[in-house]
């Protein structure tokens, strides 16, 4: 898993979001499905992804959440599925 920065169009500064792991460092990605499915259920308010910046608040476990749930269609390269 990984944070990406994004940048808002509203001038208000960047936004950092939360993305399922880069496609050439992830082998295998059931594995990786079921690290963040575990993740979420922890439902922690900070992550500290390995690539990126931090992401905490209240939001991070519904964020975490949306991953687990849409993980093939958000983090799962065209090749795999």
């Not at 749930?69 to 599925?81: H, L, Q, T, Y």
């Amino acid at each position: 898993m990984w944070t990406k920065v994004s940048y808002q169009t509203s001038g208000e500064g960047p936004e950092n979001k939360l993305h399922g792991p880069p496609a050439y460092f992830t082998s295998e990605s059931e594995a990786a499905k079921l690290s963040v499915r575990k993740l979420a259920a922890l439902e922690p308010r900070t992550v500290i992804p390995g690539l990126g910046k931090p992401l905490t608040g209240p939001e991070v476990p519904a964020a975490l959440h949306k991953l687990a749930d849409d993980f093939n269609r958000i983090a799962v390269p065209e090749n795999e599925k």
